[in-house]
């Protein structure tokens, strides 16, 4: 280094401020204070290559006659984060935090041993059911539910796994069945054979798992219900509204983000959808992982608690036999692409019935580009509440739970009939006053 490059970077260092070394202990100490800091998942930060494009490139240019040198403020020697933090939050949670218990119904109508989840309501309080969308399960509405207990502490809500989802199971079989039936198991399924999953099943299976949860808690008579279904399970339950098999006890109904139009132009690229979905995942967390990078679900929350009732262990593979130290791959537990028979039947004609069942009508979506004609002008018309979510996917209750929650409790209280005071008759006003002269 010659004379006039050594006398240059002596004036460039001593303007520099003076740090003092940090001792080793203390990048230690910061490196667990910032994985404490961390309560969610966030997004790792990219890096800002606008910004002082033209200094890093003469900084480069100079980095033979300077030197700099970094404070310990900027974090430069400590460890990436993230790693051991995303895992804790990864993991899954149990049921257990959402609702109050489950049930596992019996139904020899159906053929099923029904599995559902419930928290019961108070006295004259209204019962939320909750119906999943196709290769979902009755955990897909947990978050939900813990939400509307918050705008309604008094509501129940009853979430059931549909047939060949989650936890129900069908009947065993005299061949199969012994002295003691087994518990039906979420790592150990029995996968059913070809299942019956036309809209007229799914909606018969619905009211069969009202009416034994009703015999089950011996229910006098059913609360006031709003009929709650995401995708599929809104067609579910707008079928039952139509049928009028439940009465008066219907107070509403609400369809989230399905509507006939889009819905059925969406089958078309279902199976190209289907397979670009990983067959397996090395673990749950894997599978959580996933649905939140992919976008899939957007709430980490949700996502905890909903994805690993999807899965099942997959068999052995012949490239990695068993080992007890291993966890085993996990592979999705319904079949979506066998459910291809029933695509359009589950929509055909949802939007007619929409408009002309009985109760209190709710539609929740993610954006209006998915509203139909008919729906249009059904909305032109007041004949229904429309609420939109433009910040949500297609899962709308579960990336915006909590106003999701808020629109379904005023829902409710706009419909909740106990509350309404009707005026005396004319003929007893006068009856009143005529008393009253005498």
């Given amino acids: 280094m010659s004379d006039l490059q050594r006398s240059f970077a002596k004036a460039k260092l001593s303007g520099l401020p003076f740090d003092p070394p ?34 890093a490139s003469s900084a480069s240019s100079a980095s033979s006659t300077g030197t700099i040198r970094p404070s310990p403020s900027k974090h430069l020697f400590a460890r990436p984060k993230g790693s051991t933090h995303v895992k804790k939050h990864l993991e899954p949670l149990p049921w257990s935090d959402f609702f109050s218990q489950e049930l596992y119904l019996e139904s020899p109508s159906t053929g099923l041993i029904q599995h559902v989840y419930l928290t019961p309501p108070a006295a004259k309080s209204p019962l939320f059911i909750t119906h999943h969308g196709a290769g979902s399960s009755g955990l897909s509405f947990a978050v939900l539910a813990s939400e509307i207990r918050k705008a309604l502490p008094d509501a129940g809500i009853l979430s059931l796994d549909a047939r060949g989802h989650g936890e129900t199971t069908p009947l065993p079989t005299p061949e199969t069945s012994s002295a003691e039936a087994p518990v039906p198991s979420s790592t150990e399924p029995d996968p059913p054979p070809s299942l019956d999953l036309s809209l007229p099943t799914l909606s018969s299976d619905l009211l069969s798992a009202i009416t034994l949860t009703q ?129 359009h039947g589950w929509f055909d004609g949802l939007s007619k019935k929409f408009l002309e069942a009985r109760g209190g009508k709710l539609l929740v979506l993610a954006g209006t580009d998915r509203l139909d004609r008919e729906l249009m002008i059904g909305q032109m018309q007041g004949k229904y509440q429309l609420q939109v979510f433009p910040d949500a996917g297609h899962f709308v209750h579960e990336d915006q739970p909590a106003k999701t929650a808020g629109v379904l409790a005023d829902f409710y209280r706009r419909n909740d009939r106990s509350r309404l005071v009707l005026p005396p008759k004319v003929g007893a006003v006068k009856k009143e006053k005529e008393e009253e002269r005498e």
């Fill in 22 to 55: 940090m001792p080793a202990n203390a990048l230690e100490e910061e490196d667990e204070e910032d994985e404490e800091e961390q309560d969610d998942l966030k997004p790792l930060p990219e890096n800002n290559r606008d910004d002082d494009s033209s200094s």
């Fill in 215 to 343: 015999q089950k808690l011996s229910w006098p008579e059913l609360p006031g219900l709003v009929l709650v279904g995401h995708s599929l399970g809104g067609a579910v339950v707008t079928d039952v509204a139509k049928s009028g098999k439940l009465g008066a006890a219907v107070l509403g109904y609400a369809v989230l983000d399905v509507v006939e139009g889009s819905a059925i132009d969406a089958l078309q690229s279902m199976q190209s959808y289907l397979s670009t979905r990983p067959v397996r995942f090395p673990s749950l967390s894997s599978a959580i992982e996933w649905h939140i990078r992919t976008r899939t679900l957007r709430l980490p929350l949700s996502a905890r608690v909903s994805v690993p009732s999807l899965l099942c262990p997959s068999p052995s593979l012949p490239q990695r036999p068993p080992s007890p130290t291993l966890e085993p791959p996990w592979t999705w537990r319904t079949d979506l692409s066998a459910t291809q028979p029933f695509w």
